[in-house]
């Protein structure tokens, strides 16, 4: 147990659904982190919140949208995506965005049909 | 070519073997950080170093800065063991990732 929960553990959603991705940490950490696994490949960055502002987002497609409400909750919102986009997404939250230790989620198995 | 590269990309071994795992970065770092990922996908972080050498446990980690290598040890390897160790590095504000070691140990 690390203290970042994600939930759902595993989605299933056509390329029409809309779907969200939880994130959630009480560290007390100041930022959070969206990654991407596919298979055969190592873990992307996708986008990262400090103090609940988005500082940066790695070209990832409109489709994915990141929502932070707060700086214990993380949200991406899935809409539209394609079959390419399954994979596993990881949340991650470290006290600040510099040299300081991350803590992960047990990540979302996304597939979509 | 990953700015990150680790060797092997597979390992078995029969368990109580010695254990080593390889990371070489091409760019500069401020921090080193070694993760294991369990089959169900989730990622525990087990050292972050900038220098020298870590030990935790049958766990040990050593940077060499100079030339950019890493290594992870596991002593007396046990089949809990078996998962992907990931080596990752932390370079300005980002983090960029090996593709990970799989491990698997032989009861």
């Known amino acids: 147990e690390t203290g970042v929960t994600q939930t759902p553990r595993h989605l299933v959603m056509g390329m029409t659904n809309k779907k969200s991705l939880k994130c959630e940490q009480h560290?007390?950490?100041?930022?959070m982190y969206w990654y991407k696994q596919s298979a055969k490949k190592p873990l992307e960055l996708m986008f990262v919140?400090?103090?609940?502002?988005?500082?940066e987002n790695n070209s990832v497609p409109s489709r994915f949208s990141p929502e932070c409400p707060n700086s214990s909750h993380l949200f991406l919102h899935l809409h539209t995506l394609q079959p390419e986009d399954s994979a596993l997404y990881l949340c991650?939250?470290?006290?600040?965005?510099?040299?300081?230790?991350?803590?992960f989620g047990q990540g979302t198995r996304l597939t979509v049909v | 070519k990953n700015e990150v590269e680790q060797s092997p990309q597979n390992l078995t071994a029969q368990e109580g073997e010695f254990i080593t795992i390889n990371c070489s970065y091409s760019?500069?770092?401020?921090?080193l950080h070694w993760l294991q990922q369990h089959p169900g996908g989730g990622i525990v972080s087990l050292f972050m170093?900038?220098?020298g050498k870590k030990k935790h446990g049958r766990l040990i980690a050593t940077i060499n800065i100079q030339e950019k290598h890493s290594s992870l040890h596991i002593t007396a390897s046990h089949p809990r063991d078996s998962a992907v160790y990931i080596c990752?590095?932390?370079?300005?504000?980002?983090?960029?990732f090996g593709a990970g070691t799989r491990l698997t140990v032989k009861p």
């Open positions: 991650a939250s470290s006290q600040d965005r510099g040299g300081t230790e991350a803590f």
């Open positions: 170093l900038s220098s």
């Open positions: 990752a590095v932390r370079k300005n504000n980002d983090m960029r």
């Open positions: 760019v500069g770092i401020s921090a």
């Open positions: 919140y400090n103090f609940k502002e988005q500082t």
């Open positions: 560290l007390g950490h100041n930022a």
